[in-house]
């Protein structure tokens, strides 16, 4: 079945940095497209970043320019890299990809952007 496992989250001061990643299994990783997704408390889940199975990537205005999105099909992972953080950064960020007509979610990892 498919699983995604999210990792990398964490408590990081204002401008700082993160990598976020993602293990996929149970799926043909490379053919298909992959998304960060991210849920602030008391909001709704936002899409923040996809690369699809070719390489493009595409990103939400308000992490344009100081995130990247990439992937590692050898190893099945998908990454954020999450730069100049903000305090309204913080959230549960999430994982997903749409396979077989239906979306994939994983557990989700913490970033919390705080002094």
């Known amino acids: 079945q498919v699983q995604l496992v999210e990792s990398g989250g964490g408590l990081v001061q204002p401008g700082g940095s993160l990598r976020l990643s993602c293990a996929a299994s149970?799926?043909?990783?490379?053919?298909?497209?992959m998304s960060w997704y991210r849920q602030a408390p008391g909001k709704q889940r936002e899409l923040v970043a996809t690369?699809?199975?070719?390489?493009?990537?595409n990103y939400a205005d308000f992490v344009k320019g100081r995130s990247t999105i990439s992937r590692d099909n050898a190893n099945n992972t998908v990454y954020l890299h999450l730069n100049s953080l903000k305090p309204e950064d913080t959230a549960v960020y999430y994982c997903?990809?749409?396979?077989?007509?239906?979306?994939?979610w994983g557990q989700g990892t913490q970033v919390t952007v705080s002094s």
């Open positions: 997903n990809t749409y396979y077989q007509f239906k979306d994939y």
């Open positions: 149970g799926f043909i990783f490379r053919r298909y497209a």
């Open positions: 690369v699809t199975n070719s390489g493009s990537t």
